[in-house]
Every structure is written in structure tokens, then in C-alpha cells.
């Protein structure tokens, strides 16, 4: 691909700091190299030069030249390390921009030469794009793992099982001996479990990254002094909330986010929901059941002693209108006996039961949490992460899933592993139209 325009851009955060870095790409970087520091510079090393306009010195940087096409973009490249501060960098940019065809960069426009130079796949672009947005430090890892090609290596394996497979299934269809029969719907079956096995290992992962890569939201609801605020306060390891023995002490909806074992997450206290006629507290339980509705998942928590009353299911159907995904727990189980609590659990047994202020059962809740995140967020469009590959990928599932290993269905077998391998293509495919376009690069920072 032959760019005309040379691009230039900040690549460090703009603002003051110890250096800043410039970031040049295209067929004008011999020129810019000539015109401002009149000397010729080898690939892959660093220079400590002037750089100069005609015979002034702007300011002593060093420079690195990265000759087509081993570079970042595939195209010839120049790094310039100049002093920080936010006007260097400026003057530096300014004069660049005199150049003949040069002009600022676009927000990832380098990365998207980087792809077209097919010097990365669809796929780890995706990946570079959620890293620069990754909000967790386990975001960041994982969204480093998949961009160091591990996702495209695992998925290129299942590929090539699953052609393996194909292969003995057109052989099948050749033969009719019934040794060789036997012996081949053997291992057609002991493939096509391993491709599956495989997929849902992939498919898993991706779905743990998408939650990585969101930034869900949690409401926590319930009538007042249910302890609303104390879980807050629990989970995100501060005192966000005031905590008190007085009902009604959340007047108005606090959020936080947080990572909730690496899953970024914002949580939601709200006002205690009840009748009453106090003008402040109306407006707050009508701001509680907005948020609620507009939340992934929702908390509702219950005073275990109080049980579940008439007001709590008129406030349950009232958020279920709204929002389906809600995890129901039993809170303060330390106050009550142990026998009674049996028979509460006996009769309530999908509700979680704990005690925030003696943490029993915590752990459970956090596990809960992420559990419902994960089927509720199944369905949501993410700009970050691509839902696309999950589905193509549930669809591979689907196609292996749904083999019946018989000699009969041989023709349908191999159809159906056809279809698999055109999913798991979808999923590789660097000429994905929708996916370019749908606007990862602009994801991306200025300079990346
Ligand atoms: N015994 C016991 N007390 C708890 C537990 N969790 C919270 N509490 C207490 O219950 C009271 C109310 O807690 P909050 O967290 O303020 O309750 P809330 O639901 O936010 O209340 P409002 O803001 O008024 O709606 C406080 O005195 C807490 O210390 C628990 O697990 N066991
Ligand atoms: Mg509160």
C-alpha cells in the first residue's frame, strides 16, 4: 500500500514530563531527516543530534530512523525523543509539518498502516485497542496475551483440526470397507471432541475478555438499612457510603468504579426504597429504580431477619420490568440462629445469604456477581471488544455441536465442519469490511 501523505504525531501524552516522543511515518521521512538534522542516519540507531531549522538548533533530541519495511508501520519511520513540556514538542511538529506532503496524524492512523502493511492482523488490532483502553491491570494482560498472536495461533490449530477431520470424512465417503469404516468413525469422533473441546477453551476466554473490556454496571437496591451501602463499601474496599443504624441514610445515588477481581466495574449505592411522603426520599427511590433499569445486573438485598415481604415483590416486579438480571441476597444472617436460618434457606433457595459485617459468604457474592455479569453483558454491543468473534466462534460451537457421529450422516458431517471452518475464518479474516470500519483505529490514541 503507498501512503503519499507523511504522517506526523505526539506518540507520549501531551503536557509536561521529562521527554516527549514524535512519531513520523511515510515516504517523506528521508526528507524530513535531510531538511532538519543534515545528516544521514543508519536504521535502528539512535542519534544524539540537533535538530535544526536552517542553521538555528531547536532543540537536541535524540533520533531513531526505522527504514521500510521493518518498522511499526512497514512504512520508513522516525522517532524523535525531545524535551518535554508542551511546546517543544510543538515547534518540533510545526516545522515537520512544512514538509512537502506531511500532516498531523489521525488517532491510530499509524497502527491502521501498521494493518493495511499487514504488519498485524484484524485481530490483534482489536487487541491493541482494548490494551490502550484497558481500565484493570488483568485487562491488560490479557488483552496483551491475545495481541501477541496466542488467539490467532490457538484459533489457526482448531482450523487446521478441523480440516484434518474433513479430510477423513471425504475419505470415509470413498471407502467401504468395514475395518476401515469402523476404525475412521473412531477417530473422526475423537477429533471432532477435541475441535470442541478446543472452540469452548477459546470461547471462554474471549467471553472472560469481553467482561474484562466493559465497564459494567451493578445497582445495589433494597428497602433501607438492608446494608446497601455497607456492601458498597465492602467491595470496593473504601468508604464510599455512609454506613448508619438509621433508615433513609442514602438520600441520592453514589456510584464507584472498581475492579471487582479484575473486572472493571461500577457500582451503584441508592436510597433505601419505601413509602413515604418525604419529597427528598421520593425523588431518591425514583432515581434508584432508574438506575436499576439501567443496570447490567441488580443487587437486591433483604434484612434476613424481615424476610422477604409484600413491599420487597412489589419493588422486584417493579425493577423486572426493567431489567431481568437481578441477584437476589439475604443480608445480617449473623443476628439469627442457625436452625432458623435452615428454614429460611429451605424456602428461598435461589438467594444468596451473607453477612456483610462478619463476611460470611463473600466470596460467594463476588463470585455471584461476576457470574451474572457474564450472562448479562452476553448480549450488549461493546465498542471495544468484538462481539463478532464470539458469535462466529458460539456458531463453530454450535455447527460441531451438533454432529451426530454416524455413517449415515457423513455428508452432513462434513458439512457441517465446513460451516465450522467458515466461522472460525470470520474470525481471522483481515479483509473484514464491517469490522475495519467499524472504527477500532479511531479507538486508538493519537500517535498509537
Ligand atoms: N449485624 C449486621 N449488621 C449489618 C450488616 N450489614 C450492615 N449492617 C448494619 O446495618 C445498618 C445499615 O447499613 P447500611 O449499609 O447503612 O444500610 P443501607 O441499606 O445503605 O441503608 P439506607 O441507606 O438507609 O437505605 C448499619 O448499622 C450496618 O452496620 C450485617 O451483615 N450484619
Ligand atoms: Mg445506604
Not at 507520549?12 to 517523506?28: K, Y
Not at 471487582?260 to 427511590?285: C, H, M, Q, S, W
Request: net charge negative; aromatic share 6%.
Amino acid at each position: 500500500m503507498n501512503n503519499i501523505d507523511t504522517i506526523v504525531s505526539i506518540a507520549t501524552p501531551m503536557g509536561t514530563g521529562a521527554i516527549s516522543v514524535i512519531r513520523c511515518s511515510g515516504d517523506n521521512t528521508a526528507n524530513i531527516i535531510n531538511t532538519f538534522f543534515k545528516k544521514k542516519l543508519s536504521s535502528r540507531q539512535a542519534y544524539y543530534v540537533n535538530f535544526k531549522k536552517e542553521n538555528i538548533v531547536i532543540d537536541d533530541v535524540v533520533a531513531i530512523y526505522y527504514a521500510a519495511p521493518k518498522s511499526y508501520t512497514g512504512e520508513d519511520m522516525l522517532e524523535i525523543m525531545c524535551h518535554g513540556g508542551p511546546v517543544m514538542y510543538q515547534l518540533i511538529i510545526n516545522e515537520i509539518l512544512q514538509i512537502d506532503n506531511c500532516r498531523l496524524a489521525k488517532p491510530g492512523e499509524f497502527s491502521e498502516r501498521a494493518f493495511l502493511n499487514n504488519k498485524m492482523s484484524l485481530l490483534e488490532a482489536e487487541s491493541l485497542c482494548a490494551l490502550i483502553n484497558a481500565k484493570t491491570e488483568a485487562a491488560a494482560l490479557a488483552a496483551r496475551e491475545s495481541m501477541s498472536g496466542k488467539m490467532t495461533k490457538d484459533l489457526l490449530d482448531v482450523d487446521n483440526a478441523i480440516l484434518k477431520t474433513r479430510i477423513q470424512v471425504e475419505a470415509l465417503l470413498d471407502f467401504s470397507d468395514e475395518d476401515i469404516e469402523t476404525e475412521g468413525i473412531q477417530s473422526i469422533s475423537k477429533l471432532i471432541h477435541e475441535s470442541k473441546k478446543e472452540i469452548s477453551k477459546i470461547l471462554e476466554k474471549l467471553k472472560n475478555n469481553r467482561l474484562l473490556f466493559e465497564t459494567s454496571k451493578v445497582a445495589v437496591i433494597g428497602k433501607p438499612n438492608t446494608g446497601k451501602s455497607s456492601l458498597i463499601n465492602y467491595l470496593t474496599e473504601d468508604e464510599v457510603s455512609i454506613v448508619n443504624k438509621k433508615a433513609g441514610t442514602t438520600r441520592d445515588v453514589v456510584s464507584k468504579i472498581f475492579s471487582l477481581d479484575g473486572v472493571p466495574v461500577t457500582i451503584f449505592d441508592t436510597a433505601g426504597i419505601r413509602d413515604t411522603n418525604d419529597l427528598i426520599e421520593k425523588e431518591g427511590r425514583e432515581r434508584a429504580l432508574k438506575q436499576a433499569a439501567s443496570a447490567n445486573i441488580v443487587v437486591y438485598l433483604y434484612n434476613v431477619s424481615d424476610g422477604i415481604d409484600q413491599e420487597d415483590i412489589e419493588i422486584l416486579s417493579n425493577i423486572r420490568k426493567a431489567n431481568e438480571n437481578i441477584l437476589v441476597a439475604a443480608n445480617k444472617i449473623d443476628l439469627i440462629e442457625k436452625e432458623v436460618l435452615e428454614k429460611i434457606k429451605a424456602n428461598n433457595k435461589e438467594d444468596l445469604f451473607i453477612s456483610i459485617k462478619e463476611n460470611i459468604n463473600m466470596n460467594m457474592m463476588r463470585n455471584k456477581i461476576l457470574e451474572y455479569l457474564k450472562s448479562a453483558i452476553k448480549n450488549s454491543s461493546s465498542g471495544l471488544y468484538n462481539i463478532k468473534n464470539i458469535e462466529h466462534l458460539n456458531q463453530a460451537y454450535q455447527e460441531i455441536d451438533g454432529i451426530q457421529i454416524n455413517l449415515n450422516e457423513l455428508e452432513l458431517i462434513a458439512e457441517k465442519l465446513k460451516m465450522a471452518q467458515k466461522n472460525i475464518s470470520m474470525v481471522l479474516d483481515n479483509n473484514d469490511d464491517e469490522r475495519v470500519l467499524s472504527g477500532i483505529f479511531s479507538n486508538f490514541c493519537i500517535g498509537k
